[in-house]
């Protein structure tokens, strides 16, 4: 059984970095599925912020984050990070780690497994 928990959100400034965690289930997570993040903020649909590939080698971000977030992966700690900088106000939403058999895609509707997600709020 797949399990999935975020942490570290929070409530930051604008322009400030901040890291969240996803603990992932088993020894053989990591090469098993792909990992997500996603995002929803209030009155708007989930969205995906960034993947990572089984093998780590491919990653994919969404154009609102590049050059400003950073997914890796832990494997001895079997956790999933995503490192946020220059945080702005719109991104602003609860952040989901989600996992997948296969490859890195962006539909939120193709992950089976789910966190609980995570508060981050960036005030201005």
């Known amino acids: 059984q797949v399990q999935l928990a975020e942490s570290g959100g929070g409530l930051v400034q604008a322009g400030d970095s901040l890291t969240v965690s996803c603990a992932t289930s088993g020894r053989t997570f990591s090469s098993t599925y792909a990992t997500a993040w996603f995002r929803q903020a209030p009155g708007k649909e989930r969205e995906f912020v960034a993947g990572?590939?089984?093998?780590?080698?491919?990653?994919e971000y969404a154009d609102s984050v590049k050059g400003r977030f950073t997914i890796s992966r832990d494997n001895a700690k079997n956790t999933v990070y995503l490192q946020m900088s220059s945080l702005k106000p719109e991104d602003t939403a609860v952040y989901y780690c989600?996992?997948?058999?296969?490859?890195?895609?962006?539909?939120?509707?193709?992950?089976?497994?789910w966190g609980q997600g995570t508060q981050v709020t960036v005030s201005s």
């Open positions: 990572l590939r089984r093998d780590g080698d491919y990653i």
């Open positions: 989600a996992a997948r058999l296969g490859i890195v895609t962006t539909t939120p509707e193709d992950y089976p497994y």
